[in-house]
């Protein structure tokens, strides 16, 4: 199964189904199962900027501080389903275009909602990934992360 690895506390946004896109640098073609990975390594000062997403994983997922959350593991499962270019305008505002090519159809245009911009890089150019069909491991699995999709050997059943 592909993977992606996953800074917490976004990691655990995804697994409870609170932060249904990811965004990236890059896009990907593949579409299918993805294993969500949570990083090992903490993000660098982010306790402060990320207050509010801090205290959404608290009330979704009970957890009492950051440091809680799980590290270094598999902990979900969910089907890339698509994705798409971001696009900032000043008459639109913060869109993607779900267009299957990069043709720019304003009957495809999906606004991306307050919480769920608060979840991600969304600066013009960027990627959106959609994710549907998340399911929260009932326990994490370890694993070694790596950069960009991988192959996940494991068994998330």
């Known amino acids: 199964m592909k993977a992606i690895t996953?800074?917490?506390p976004w990691a655990s946004l995804i697994a409870c189904g609170a932060k249904k896109y990811e965004t990236r640098s890059w896009p990907t073609k593949y579409r299918g199962p993805i294993a969500i990975h949570a990083?090992?390594?903490k993000p660098s000062s982010i306790r402060e900027t990320i207050r509010y997403i801090i205290d959404k994983v608290r009330a979704e997922l009970g957890i009492i501080e950051l440091d809680d959350l799980?590290?270094?593991c598999i902990i979900a499962t969910a089907e890339l389903i698509g994705c798409y270019r971001v696009y900032d305008t000043l008459d639109n505002g913060l869109h993607i275009v779900k267009c299957p090519n990069t043709a720019y159809?304003?009957?495809k245009v999906e606004?991306?909602?307050r919480q769920?911009?608060?979840f991600g890089d969304w600066g013009?150019?960027?990627f959106a990934w959609e994710l549907a069909n998340v399911k929260m491991l009932p326990e994490p699995i370890p694993a070694k992360g790596q950069q960009g999709l991988w192959n996940w050997e494991g068994d998330s059943e």
């Open 111 to 113: 606004y991306i909602p």
């Open 105 to 107: 159809d304003f009957d």
């Open 6 to 8: 996953i800074w917490q």
């Open 116 to 118: 769920e911009q608060s």
């Open 70 to 72: 799980p590290r270094g």
């Open 124 to 126: 013009e150019g960027r």
């Open 39 to 41: 990083a090992a390594q």
